[in-house]
């Protein structure tokens, strides 16, 4: 079935330095969607990327979707420690409503 | 955050017994999911809806039943609860025409003894 494989399972950086979390599907994807999950909380949506190459901004998160429509990446640039969290990305299955998530990067942030 | 609210939010119960969760939302969203999410899998789907009455399996089904009489409820049902099934629990909404994404409730999380 499809898989959506994220890379790394963990990161820790120091306040301050970038972090970037990648995410790879088995198939190509009519979209890629990101969402983050606070320690305790749940996941909530960031942003939704639909044409291939795509490049969107949030503040200081920027979200690429592949040429291929099959990887996607999220960059933050100068992590705070609000950034604290797991990040998951996660693609339709098929041409239907459900999600295939992936299993998520884990960001730690050293203050 | 969307009118999304899970009960009980926390539970503990035995192997055997059964275990209802309700998943009640006030944004007439036609799609419902159900995920569970351990450590090192992410989330994964158990089942949805696809309105009322309309519901179908995703990749955990296995010893979960659902069932959704009205748009704003979805009940997940453990029959007969095990072990395995400790985790927790996030009912989701979504759907929307131009953009899918989907709102989460704040989970339930279940301990089977």
């Known amino acids: 079935g499809q898989q959506v494989m994220q890379i790394p399972q963990y990161q820790h950086v120091q306040e301050g330095e970038d972090f970037t979390t990648y995410c790879n599907s088995s198939t190509t994807l009519s979209n890629i969607q990101w969402y983050k999950q606070r320690p305790g909380g749940h996941p909530v949506f960031l942003i939704q990327?639909?044409?291939?190459?795509e490049v969107k901004k949030q503040k200081r998160l920027t979200f690429q979707f592949g040429e291929a429509k099959k990887n996607s990446s999220l960059h933050i640039t100068a992590t705070q420690t609000t950034d604290v969290g797991t990040y998951f990305c996660?693609?339709?299955?098929?041409?239907?409503?459900?999600?295939?998530f992936g299993k998520g990067t884990k960001l730690t942030v050293n203050p | 955050d969307a009118g999304i609210t899970q009960s009980p939010r926390h539970k503990v119960t035995e192997t055997g017994t059964p275990v209802t969760l309700r998943c009640h939302q006030t944004e007439n969203h036609r799609y419902m999911y159900w995920y569970r999410q351990d450590p090192g899998h992410g989330l994964r789907l158990i089942h949805y809806?696809?309105?009322?009455?309309?519901?179908d399996k995703g990749e955990v089904s296995d010893g979960y039943s659902v069932s959704r009489s009205k748009t704003e409820d979805f009940l997940l049902t453990l029959e007969s609860a095990t072990s395995s099934q400790t985790s927790v629990y996030f009912c989701?909404?979504?759907?929307?025409?131009?953009?899918?994404?989907?709102?989460f409730g704040p989970g339930t999380r279940l301990t089977v003894l």
């Open positions: 809806s696809y309105g009322v009455k309309d519901t």
């Open positions: 989701a909404i979504g759907g929307a025409l131009l953009v899918n994404e989907q709102f």
């Open positions: 990327l639909v044409k291939s190459g």
């Open positions: 996660a693609g339709p299955q098929g041409g239907s409503e459900k999600l295939v």
